[in-house]
């Protein structure tokens, strides 16, 4: 039995009735770690001592035949721009490369409460500031289906991992994109929770107001289990929304008959492969088959979100890394003389090109003069899309777009051009400035066999409509 | 080019960073590229539309209750440790660079 390529639920059920144990699942997983990571480079640090830990914790309760809590055994890993106490967590980042937190992420910790193995800490672009893994400080991860190819970013990481089978799933985070667009090159389920929705109490900040923590996963029901884990009110996070978590498993089976699907024209123009573009029609297709009605909408300030995305993402970027300072923690220059060369310094040595670019776009435009031409314009076209879903919501259930407008594209293809970059993210920031759930899941392959993305978003702290869909679609088995 | 060499080495400073002189000359273009391409935001005539800071304000909260009450779920008592004990000192100072018994040390803050 192949046991690294199980489901949450099957691994869980072969540690309860016995037929391996969480101990001999680890190190499987630890196993394939060491054969196939040298060519990925998902992994920056193994935890094998807490995962051994917990293993043994999960063994000894399935020995006495006690009813495993809901992830019991089930090995997983975690963005590296989570906090995990007494382990390296870095932010890809050569500023934190020895930085060991005092405390547990709350997504991290309810995991573990959950009978979680962590395996380890996942690559990601420096920050979570990229769309191809490229801007991490110590290595890029190479997508598992054409290693020629990025796996995107920035939960790069996590999505080549879960995708390789080296974790059952994995815990990203997604300021524009980087949970949905690295599941859709990768071929793996990449869920994008409400804001709100669940915790960001030890998540290493980028944008506060965009930044949201949720799983990559190889099927829809896994990550419905991984949400239901994490969702819910923390104390710790102010931001962290006071709204029941529904049992989203038992939501997710509910027939899709009825719902409401609504396809906006404004995300599939210029810029979108053919390729991509059919599958997803194909794909919307099979959602009319499976009896959604399908709705056009419109969604006409679309174009302006990359734009406003990138003012007000540095703009909180340049503010939140501001405290890299090289005097409580993470990394300090040598030889500085005074205390602001100690500062300039460390952050100069510490930051790499991408993230320097974004804290230099972020200040000038917070900068007298610029604030209100900049960043406060940027805010309220931030106001002017979230009324576009709120328009479109009122008419459908649920809206499916690509994911990205290309498949994984090659390692290098765009260093150089970050504008081209951030362009990989166009069907995706939208989600994040509204604060609505998003949902990316495997829908067919192009030519080159390179995994294509199904975005299906949202209405707020609606995660179970998309769900729901996602399910519907996956379980009819069109997109795989 | 509305981003000069002058501009970045006046944002830099603000943003405490150095920069080399490499790294300037390729700041400067890139601004400029990526705020060449925000420019169409200007195309919005946004005079009537509140600015959106963030996505609690409008979901989440309690929808029932008025102005800061809708965040009264959010708060807590000012009280001594209302949610967690602080860290111990020698946890707290474990992650420094440069620390001594009790302090974080750093270089010369005034210069005569």
Do not use: W
Not at chain 1, 52 to 59: K, P, W
Not at chain 1, 372 to 378: F, T
Not at chain 2, 42 to 65: C, F, H, I, K, W
Not at chain 2, 72 to 81: C, V, W
Request: charged share 25%; hydrophobic share 40%; net charge negative.
């Amino acid at each position: 039995m192949n046991f690294t390529s199980l489901t949450i639920d099957a691994t869980r059920s072969a540690i309860q009735e016995r037929k391996t144990t969480s101990m001999a699942m680890v190190e499987s997983f630890y196993e394939k770690i060491e054969k196939e990571d040298g060519e990925i480079g998902a992994f920056l640090t193994l935890t094998r001592e807490r995962a051994i830990e917990q293993a043994d914790r999960i063994d000894r309760m399935a020995a006495k035949g006690k009813p495993l809590p809901p992830l019991g055994g089930v090995p997983v890993a975690i963005k590296d721009v989570m906090c995990t106490r007494g382990v390296r967590t870095t932010a890809g980042s050569k500023i934190l490369g020895n930085f060991i937190p005092p405390y547990d992420c709350t997504a991290v910790a309810r995991l573990e409460a959950a009978g979680a193995v962590i395996l380890g800490k996942l690559n990601c672009d420096e920050f979570a500031m990229g769309s191809s893994n490229e801007n991490s400080a110590f290595r890029p991860v190479h997508n598992p289906h054409d290693k020629t190819r990025v796996p995107g970013g920035s939960s790069g990481g996590s999505a080549a991992a879960v995708a390789a089978d080296m974790a059952v799933a994995a815990l990203g985070s997604d300021t524009g994109g980087s949970i949905r667009q690295p599941a859709a090159f990768c071929g793996v389920v990449g869920l994008m929770p409400t804001y709100g929705r669940v915790s960001r109490y030890g998540l290493i900040a980028f944008a506060s107001s965009l930044d949201h923590i949720g799983p990559l996963a190889r099927t829809v029901k896994d990550a419905a289990i991984l949400l239901g884990t994490i969702a819910g009110r923390d104390p710790m996070d102010a931001t962290s929304a006071d709204v029941p978590v529904p049992d989203y498993v038992a939501e997710f089976e509910k027939p899709v008959p009825g719902i409401r699907i609504g396809v906006a024209k404004e995300y599939f123009g210029e810029g979108l492969d053919a390729e991509v573009k059919k599958a997803v029609e194909d794909a919307i297709q099979a959602l009319a088959k499976l009896g959604c009605e399908v709705v056009p909408v419109s969604l006409p300030h679309s174009k302006y979100a990359i734009p406003a995305y990138y003012l007000v993402a540095t703009a909180e970027a340049s503010s939140n890394l501001a405290r890299f300072d090289g005097v409580r923690y993470g990394y300090r220059a040598k030889s500085a003389r005074t205390l602001s060369e100690m500062y300039r310094r460390s952050r100069d040595e510490g930051f790499g090109a991408e993230v320097k670019r974004r804290i230099m776009l972020g200040t000038y435009a917070l900068s007298a003069g610029y604030y209100d031409a900049y960043y406060l314009k940027a805010q309220k076209v931030r106001t002017l899309l979230t009324r576009d879903f709120e328009e479109a919501f009122k008419k459908v259930d649920a809206i499916v777009t690509p994911t990205t407008p290309t498949a994984a594209f090659k390692l290098g293809e765009k260093v150089d051009d970050p504008l081209a970059m951030y362009l990989a993210d166009i069907y995706t920031v939208t989600a994040d400035l509204a604060g609505i759930p998003g949902i990316s899941i495997p829908c067919g392959r192009t030519r080159e066999n390179l995994p294509i993305g199904l975005q299906i978003l949202g209405k707020h702290f609606d995660e179970a409509t998309i769900l729901r869909v996602a399910n519907a679609y996956e379980r009819a088995g069109v997109g795989s | 080019m509305r981003v000069t060499d002058k501009d970045v080495s006046y944002v830099a400073d603000l943003a405490n960073l150095e920069l080399t002189d490499d790294e300037r000359s390729r700041m400067v273009r890139d601004l400029n590229s990526i705020l060449d391409y925000v420019d169409r935001l200007r195309e919005l005539n946004t005079d009537n539309v509140e600015p959106m800071a963030q996505v609690s304000d409008r979901y989440g909260v309690d929808r029932t209750r008025q102005g800061p009450e809708r965040f009264d779920y959010a708060s807590r008592e000012d009280i001594l440790y209302g949610l967690r004990k602080s860290l111990p000192h020698e946890e707290a100072m474990s992650n420094a660079p440069d620390p001594d018994e009790n302090f974080f040390q750093v270089p010369k803050v005034i210069e005569r």
